[in-house]
């Protein structure tokens, strides 16, 4: 399959970790309904331009209509993850042990950490940055769509979205920027705290309201 890379003029930054894990967690965000019947490439084009259409909204522009954008996006990111799925995979073997109501609550907090924490870099960011696509791969139920996140003030980052299919629709399961994994990077949290501390200690700072 053809991939249609960014113009060789687009110069690829020197990025460090913590910039790419911003920009890894901002293009997550950045993601609403997916729409299984047209593909994953056609797809995320589509949900692209949903966050767009809200973010140049003139209806929803200055600072009195802050928080309705940002619910708008909490709704979009919302419907568009599959937070069962991000959140087993990022909690790891101790999802096992956990009952259902416990895998309900765990994954509920980590959707709600998740749209709270990150709704704000897409309304921040996202209007300053255009994505360019380099092709798309299926096997099974499983998906991955290769863009670049393109802008003047950053460059040039290879952005990956891995999507799996939920209810005969794509949903997103992670995103690797530049070869982060948003998944990887929360479980190497979440496995941090419950080594130091417990499972219990992780709970109680997931259930604190996000700063």
């Given at each position: 399959?053809r991939?249609?890379?960014?113009s060789?003029?687009?110069?690829?930054?020197?990025?460090?970790?913590?910039?790419?894990?911003?920009?890894?967690?901002?293009v997550?965000?950045?993601?609403?309904?997916?729409?299984?019947?047209?593909g994953?490439?056609?797809?995320?084009?589509?949900?692209?331009?949903?966050?767009?259409?809200?973010?140049e909204?003139?209806?929803?522009?200055?600072?009195?209509?802050?928080?309705?954008?940002?619910?708008?996006?909490?709704?979009?990111?919302?419907?568009?993850?599959d937070?069962?799925?991000?959140?087993?995979?990022?909690?790891?073997?101790?999802?096992?042990?956990?009952?259902?109501e416990?895998?309900?609550?765990?994954?509920?907090?980590?959707?709600?950490?998740?749209?709270?924490?990150y709704?704000?870099?897409?309304?921040?960011?996202?209007g300053?940055?255009?994505?360019?696509?380099?092709?798309?791969?299926?096997?099974?139920?499983?998906?991955?769509?290769?863009?670049?996140l393109v802008?003047?003030?950053?460059?040039?980052?290879?952005?990956?979205?891995?999507?799996?299919?939920?209810g005969g629709?794509?949903?997103?399961?992670?995103?690797?920027?530049?070869?982060v994994?948003?998944?990887?990077?929360?479980?190497?949290?979440?496995?941090?705290?419950?080594?130091?501390?417990?499972?219990?200690?992780?709970?109680?700072?997931?259930?604190?309201?996000?700063?």
């Open positions: 399959m991939r249609d890379r960014p060789s003029h687009t110069a690829r930054p020197a990025v460090g970790p913590t910039a790419i894990l911003a920009l890894a967690l901002l997550c965000a950045s993601l609403p309904t997916p729409v299984w019947a047209a994953p490439q056609e797809a995320i084009r589509q949900l692209v331009a949903a966050v767009s259409a809200v973010l909204d003139p209806a929803l522009q200055g600072p009195a209509k802050k928080v309705e954008r940002r619910d708008r996006i909490g709704t979009i990111i919302h419907d568009a993850f937070f069962e799925h991000m959140a087993r995979e990022s909690l790891g073997a101790p999802w096992a042990a956990l009952t259902a416990q895998r309900a609550e765990f994954t509920r907090l980590f959707g709600d950490r998740f749209e709270q924490s709704s704000l870099l897409v309304l921040r960011f996202l300053e940055r255009t994505t360019t696509y380099a092709g798309e791969s299926i096997l099974g139920e499983g998906a991955v769509v290769r863009t670049f802008s003047a003030k950053d460059g040039t980052l290879p952005v990956e979205y891995r999507l799996t299919a939920l629709r794509w949903t997103v399961a992670d995103v690797v920027v530049d070869g994994s948003l998944a990887g990077n929360y479980r190497a949290q979440f496995s941090k705290i419950i080594r130091t501390s417990s499972y219990e200690t992780l709970l109680r700072r997931m259930r604190k309201p996000a700063e």
